[in-house]
């Protein structure tokens, strides 16, 4: 049981590239969610998904977009990166949405 | 203002002492709580969940206060490891469960 993993764990991107965040849980968990965490700003809701084949935004939808089409994983792409990308995402899940939250280790982006 | 509010601190203290964090939400439809601890550069992990009846573990005490719209993480006999960033996170629903998290309380015991 490995729980929530984050792939990959640490990227550099020069601006107008394009990449994907891969998240999975193997824990059956309905719940979704991509969030960024800056300096000073706590943790801020991307995108989530409330069950496979649903996304929804969160606070900070732009320049993302996101996939669920197996329930286990999560995708957040990011188009077009932007320097004001460069952040650590965190991708968590939750049984049904009211319940406990369980996070991945993150991935460390950097936007040249 | 933010639907969830903690004082960022940090709180600086001796080893052994008793520490008090507050956060307080503005949602009064808000579902469930927690804390979660989160060290730097590293994922939250979750402390402890809230009732309104209050709940221990160990050192750990959470309490909810609904009609004042607070939860609180009392810590006593601080130790050297419980140095972290402590998040308060409310949940509610909008058509679906969406948490929403405090920005952390700092917390440094010092020996």
């Known amino acids: 049981n490995a729980g929530v993993t984050q792939t990959p764990k640490f990227r550099v991107l020069k601006t107008g590239q394009s990449m994907t965040l891969l998240c999975a849980q193997d824990?059956?968990?309905?719940?979704m969610y991509w969030y960024r965490q800056d300096p000073g700003m706590g943790l801020r809701l991307i995108h989530y998904?409330?069950?496979?084949?649903?996304?929804a935004k969160g606070e900070v939808p732009d320049g993302y977009n996101v996939s669920r089409l197996k329930k286990q994983n999560f995708l957040l792409g990011l188009e077009s990166a932007a320097p004001s990308q460069t952040s650590v995402y965190f991708c968590?899940?939750?049984?049904?949405?009211?319940?406990?939250?369980?996070f991945g280790p993150g991935t460390r982006l950097l936007v040249l | 203002r933010k639907e969830v509010e903690q004082d960022p601190g940090p709180f600086n203290v001796p080893e052994g002492a008793t520490v008090a964090f507050n956060c307080t939400y503005s949602?009064?439809?808000?579902?469930?709580f927690f804390w979660y601890r989160q060290d730097c550069r590293k994922e939250p992990k979750l402390l402890m969940s809230?009732?309104?009846s209050g709940n221990e573990d160990g050192r750990f005490t959470a309490q909810l206060n609904r009609a004042s719209q607070y939860i609180s993480l009392l810590i006593r006999d601080s130790k050297l490891s419980d140095s972290a960033t402590y998040l308060c996170?409310?949940?509610?629903?909008?058509?679906?469960?969406?948490?929403?998290f405090g920005r952390g309380t700092s917390l440094i015991v010092h020996p």
């Open positions: 809230v009732y309104s």
């Open positions: 996170v409310v949940n509610g629903w909008g058509g679906s469960y969406i948490p929403t």
């Open positions: 998904s409330v069950g496979e084949g649903t996304t």
């Open positions: 949602n009064s439809a808000s579902q469930s």
């Open positions: 824990m059956n968990h309905e719940y």
């Open positions: 968590a899940s939750s049984y049904r949405g009211i319940e406990t939250q369980y």
